[in-house]
DNA sequence: GAGTGGTCTAGACCACTAC
DNA sequence: TAGTGGTCTAGACCACTCC
């Protein structure tokens, strides 16, 4: 039990933050360093303890403001369907297209989606919000054949799982998914708009037609660790609990 | 892309670490800061980078030492055993019982055995290690009538799979699993021999038996993050990757 | 006792954001 | 332009580990 100045800090703050809603404007640096009447290093220490807890968000230059994680479900009984996901956690989701063209597919992606590699795909990349906060960046590739118009289609259903109910007809469901947690390089960092180094999740997912079992897409997907807490879900339902020993 | 002088600095000793074996001693921020011609500070943040990224383990007062990330993969037809999943990492597993009690169940623990609250089990507390690093810290809950026997038995067999197996005739495998990524409390620390606020995963599993269909144990498990790189796959495989966009 | 990482002070300059 | 967080210096003391 470290009873550094800091963490005592860091913990009062955590009690008071806890009772603004999520996207306040707190005190700065400074402003804490002078009405702790302590330097600003451990002003500053105080405040990455409760960014590495995930209960505030910090842009340079802009200032720190209280946030909140959203659950992000994923399990072979859940829709893979982004915007749907962060509605059942009560937030509100919206992507953007960055970019949306017919490459071939790498011998990865292929693999994935069972085709051979070099095969035409539209490669969706696109920027994920919940709350009008980044949350997500990625890829999702759409085989040709699964949905020849979906340039167009993306421009005016902003879901790639309705585009694909509606257009091609299918049920989308998980065929197969995997996560993990990673350290966000220079490119992901870019693409959440957050520091190069910070926790982010990389899940991949193959989604298939539930009726027919075709593979309709495969997705490639970066994830603020500090907008979502993602759970991993495997057979049966386990029902929630409260973290602690 | 932040030319600071620190990232430069972390850069160059990821590439120096990356040729050495894991578990190398490396050189302290002194001799960095002397080295580079920087500040102590500067030399900190390049090491406490590089901490970020998994790629070295640092102790107080002990000193920094190179690191390797071992994959702990969750699926459902894996067999769910430390031991087992270790060794197939390539690394060396360990265990060690602080205690093995009998105790009244949790709701929560009871519930997900498919038992009524406060009927009995063993509560088996451990810590594992992997290359006889600290690496997981938790609790498996076994009721008494799966095998009365376990106080006795885990003395001589330190592999809860592989007791279930000889002396209970079950063939264990995953009912269900729950795994996602949270910041520890100081008893996690504790546990896992961290600092508080580290990254660390929660596994939580429902153990049955494979034949019977029999729930066997629930585990609630902490794993490092810095010393396992936890992948869940649901569905079929997906073949491995490597990270970057 | 020597060396380590953790904490902390009291300054400073910078790039960035918001106004 | 004022304020923010990010970086950095040059010191300091501490608790801890290793020998």
Chains 1, 2 share one sequence.
Not at 123 to 139: C, H, I, K, M, Q
Not at 151 to 166: F, K, N
Not at 220 to 230: E, F, L, N
Request: charged share 25%; glycine share 8%; net charge neutral.
């Amino acid at each position: 039990m470290p009873e550094t100045r800091f963490r005592q800090i860091a913990e009062l703050l955590a009690a008071e933050f806890a009772e603004l809603p999520p996207g306040t404007k707190v005190a700065g640096e400074h402003e804490i360093a002078e009405r702790f009447g302590v330097g600003r290093a451990a002003a500053r220490a105080a405040m990455q303890e409760l960014q590495r807890r995930m209960l505030v968000r910090r842009i340079k230059g802009g200032g720190t403001y209280t946030a909140k994680r959203i659950d992000y479900i994923i399990s072979a009984d859940r829709a893979p369907s982004w915007s749907r996901t962060v509605r059942e956690a009560g937030a509100v989701p919206r992507s953007i297209v960055l970019s949306c063209e017919p490459l071939k597919m790498p011998i990865d992606v292929a693999s994935h989606l069972g085709r051979p590699a070099g095969e035409s795909a539209y490669r969706l990349r696109r920027r994920s919000f919940t709350d009008d906060l980044p949350a997500s960046w990625g890829d999702e590739w759409v085989p040709f054949d699964v949905l020849p118009q979906l340039p167009t289609a993306i421009r005016h259903e902003t879901s790639l799982h309705e585009i694909l109910r509606q257009m091609a007809a299918a049920s989308p469901e998980r065929a197969s998914s995997r996560a993990s947690i990673e350290v966000a390089g220079d490119d992901v960092a870019d693409g959440l708009e957050c520091a190069t180094g910070d926790p982010v999740w990389l899940v991949e997912s193959v989604n298939r037609d539930g009726v027919t079992g075709r593979l309709l897409c495969f997705t490639r997907r970066w994830i603020r660790a500090d907008a979502m807490r993602v759970v991993f879900e495997l057979g049966g339902h386990v029902p929630p609990e409260g973290a602690s020993a």
